[in-house]
């Protein structure tokens, strides 16, 4: 990963400087992970797979745009979710309360059974839509809780919060029946 940072911190200065060719190897090692994020947030419905292919390219038109504005190169990950919170959150209030977070898509749909994609997504229906994206942002993309903080733009105390709530509404939602209630 440190070896990636760095990586990624000469092709933003290599954009900085007007190579092109450098922000179009950015946006190829990033695009999967914030296309799965936007999928994630928005839902797994068929529009909103492709609201989440066009945030995409506005999530990555910004950043080229604003890139001389990241003070910290090596922060780049996080810097890239703020803009896609970002986007997400303005389509939703674009949107009809019933339209906003309604679904979540498992990417790795062959190494679990259909009924626990199901009992996952369903669990996952049942968190607000600050617990889903702590959720996705740590589990699905790997975030410490201090860059997870930088894409809420809240303290990490407040992410720890929304997390561990999080994490035992799941633990409840997906005990079996049987065990529900006893502990």
């Known amino acids: 990963m440190i070896f990636r940072a760095v990586e990624d911190a000469d092709l933003i200065e290599r954009t900085r400087k007007g190579d092109v060719e450098s922000y179009n190897l950015l946006v190829s090692r990033w695009e999967k992970r914030v296309y799965n994020y936007l999928l994630r947030i928005l839902g797994n419905r068929l529009a909103c797979r492709e ?18 504005k990241l003070e910290d190169p090596s922060r780049f990950g996080p810097w890239l979710f703020r803009i896609a919170h970002n986007e997400a ?8 309360p019933e339209d906003e977070l309604t679904g979540i898509e498992q990417t790795h749909e062959q190494a679990y059974p259909v009924e626990l994609r199901l009992a996952a997504s369903a669990a996952l229906d049942k968190l607000s839509p600050e ?4 959720v996705v942002l740590k589990i699905y ?7 997870m903080a930088q894409v809420l733009d809240c303290p990490v105390s407040t992410v720890k919060s929304r997390l561990y709530t999080a994490l035992e509404i799941l633990k409840i939602q997906l005990a079996p029946v049987r065990t529900r209630g006893v502990g």
């Open 51 to 68: 609201d989440a292919l066009d945030l995409s390219q506005d999530v990555f038109l910004k950043a080229y745009q604003n890139i001389r």
């Open 131 to 134: 617990q889903r994206e702590a």
């Open 89 to 96: 959150y303005s389509l939703f209030r674009k949107r009809k």
């Open 141 to 147: 993309q790997g975030f410490k809780f201090e860059e």
